[in-house]
T-cell receptor
């Protein structure tokens, strides 16, 4: 079956530090990959996505590249801000079976301190 | 895109009672999903609700405990039945696809319903 493994948290960084949150996946087909973000007290929001190998998703200074050879989709940001403090979820959607269900990783809590 | 609302936003319930959560979408969609997010955990899919057919439940979830309705293309309900403290979670609905010819290529999530069972 499909699965997503992401870096355990929590992660605490100083403002302007470099961020990497690792994500690897297992899928039977050719999935689309996503990063969702959940800010404190809010719902889930799509941060970025990539639908095929070598695609790079980017948004709000965050980037992630779909690496089929390493089955990875690591999230990076060059300079984090306090406002980036949130829980980040890596997810995949394997539409090959026609189900369009999302499989989520366990989430990584990021705290950015001034 | 799709805008999703859920009611109630939160509730505190007594053991043994049931709660029905409503999910309303601002456009017609073919597929709706219900997820559970237990405290400090990731999201787990409960079931897929397609209009005009029975919901499809994931392993570990049964219709008697989580009955779902999908009366039309913009609305769904999830009932948490005979609640126990272990049911305390955030319940989220999401939509994944529009009508034929309209694909979102992503899922949009509602704000969630925070349920506490005493």
């Amino acid at each position: 079956g499909n699965s997503v493994t992401q870096m355990e948290g929590p992660v605490t960084l100083s403002e302007e530090a470099f961020l990497t949150i690792n994500c690897t996946y297992t899928a039977t087909g050719y999935p689309s990959l996503f990063w969702y973000v959940q800010y404190p007290g809010e719902g889930l929001q799509l941060l970025l996505k990539a639908t095929k190998a070598d695609d790079k998703g980017s948004n709000k200074g965050f980037e992630a590249t779909y690496r089929k050879e390493t089955t990875s989709f690591h999230l990076e940001k060059g300079s984090v801000q306090v406002s980036d403090s949130a829980v980040y979820f890596c997810a995949l959607e394997d539409s090959g079976a026609g189900s369009y269900q999302l499989t989520f990783g366990k989430g990584t809590k990021l705290s950015v301190i001034p | 895109s799709a805008v999703i609302s859920q009611k109630p936003s939160r509730d505190i319930c007594q053991r043994g009672t049931s709660l029905t959560i409503q999910c309303q979408v601002d456009s017609q969609v073919t597929m709706m999903f219900w997820y559970r997010q237990q405290p400090g955990q990731s999201l787990t899919l409960i079931a897929t609700a397609n209009q005009g057919s029975e919901a499809t439940y994931e392993s570990g979830f049964v219709i008697d405990k989580f009955p779902i309705s999908r009366p039309n293309l913009t609305f769904s309900t999830l009932t948490v039945s005979n609640m126990s403290p272990e049911d305390s979670s955030i319940y989220l609905c999401s939509v994944g696809r529009g009508l034929a010819g309209e694909t979102y290529n992503e899922q949009f999530f509602g704000p969630g319903t925070r349920l506490t069972v005493l």
